[in-house]
């Protein structure tokens, strides 16, 4: 896929000047694409320090200016507008904050950061000095999950009183060295990574909660965190959630399952947009977001089963929402952000939650 950064807007507005830190899956799958395709942006500078990388990069965004590291970046920061960091997580806090103290707005990859607290630094810094600071929590755009949530917010299912999901996937080996090393302090394992977007996803469905139960086992050789893992939460609202993210699984269980006093709804497979990318499709073909009926979820009681066909996914949707805030006036805007950071820090308090009833049952 060869794409050139975005020229403007097309409306008058000047296009937001934006430079990518990171160009491994996050960049280069995630937010490189989704930036280019949008005419509200250009994609002016990407760093990464992988040969490999920087090769790749120049020749999908040969607009695109390259530099090695995020500090690169923050010198150039006079000439850009905003900050999109696909960096590991332990970087996430320090990082975020140069770039806030340098003027630029700010977009963080999940995990927002490593701890709940950190979270909520970046949060008031952003507040302090007016600058837009939001979380890339892109599957609250994936297609089961807005298929999911169509359901719960028409009332479809009557009472919901069990919510189920699953991140399962495959992978014997611990495939990048960042995640080869990290341990829980970094950001690492499974419970950060999958887990940031399965909480994340219970939270905006079913409310505030606490976690009443979790188990954390590393079963991958090399593995220093977590790589199979189950949380249970209780809402607030009455709803529970068990959530599950392993990495070592053969065999996988249905990506959602929720019970209600009027039916219910299953739903296996896993949201296109990422592999449709990977394999070089891009944001703003036809197809793009678009599931194969084979994968449609079963709606209603056993013996009385409808098919239900799954929303297409809309991952751009993030970067319009944020175009709209950053050309209305920013962080004085009154319109909404893509991710309200306070949602990603309740997310980080339940990981925190969880690594804390997981140690005291070890």
């Known amino acids: 896929m060869t794409t050139e950064a975005a020229p403007g807007t097309g409306q008058g507005k000047p296009a937001i000047r934006t430079a990518v830190a990171g160009f491994g899956l996050s960049g280069r799958v995630f937010h490189a694409p989704l930036i280019a395709a949008n005419p509200a942006y250009s994609l002016d500078v990407i760093a990464t320090s992988d040969a490999g990388r920087q090769s790749d990069a120049s020749g999908s965004y040969p607009a695109a200016r390259l530099v090695s590291t995020p500090a690169d970046i923050l010198e150039l920061a006079g000439d850009l507008d905003l900050l999109v960091l696909g960096t590991p997580p332990a970087t996430h806090c320090p990082l975020a904050k140069a770039a806030l103290e340098a003027g630029l707005d700010v977009v963080v990859d999940k995990p927002f950061a490593v701890r709940g607290a950190e979270g909520q630094e970046l949060l008031e810094l952003a507040a302090r000095l007016g600058r837009v600071l939001t979380v890339f929590q892109n599957r609250r755009w994936d297609g089961d999950y807005l298929t999911v949530k169509g359901l719960v917010d028409g009332g479809a299912l009557g009472n919901v009183t069990r919510f189920e999901s699953r991140f399962e996937r495959w992978s014997p080996e611990v495939s990048k060295a960042w995640k080869a090393d990290a341990t829980a302090d970094d950001g690492g394992g499974v419970l950060f990574d999958l887990g940031s977007h399965l909480l994340d996803q219970a939270l ?111 991952y751009p949707e993030f970067y319009r929402i944020l175009a709209d805030k950053i050309h209305d006036g920013g962080a004085t805007s009154s319109l909404p952000l893509p991710v309200d950071p306070a949602g990603p820090i309740e997310v980080l308090k339940l990981i925190e939650q969880a690594r804390e009833l997981a140690t005291r049952r070890a």
């Open 204 to 314: 905006q469905l079913f409310g505030p909660a606490t976690v009443t139960y979790a188990e954390l086992r590393a079963r991958r050789q090399g593995e220093k965190t977590d790589d199979d893992v189950f949380v249970a939460l209780q809402h607030e609202s009455g709803v529970i959630s068990h959530l599950w993210m392993n990495m070592l699984c053969a065999q996988q269980g249905p990506r959602y399952r929720l019970l209600g006093s009027e039916g219910g709804f299953t739903k296996h497979g896993v949201d296109p947009q990422e592999p449709y990318i990977v394999a070089g499709g891009g944001p703003l073909d036809e197809e793009y977001g678009v599931e194969d009926a084979e994968w449609a979820g079963s709606l209603g009681r056993d013996g009385h089963l409808d098919r239900l066909s799954t929303e297409r996914g809309a």
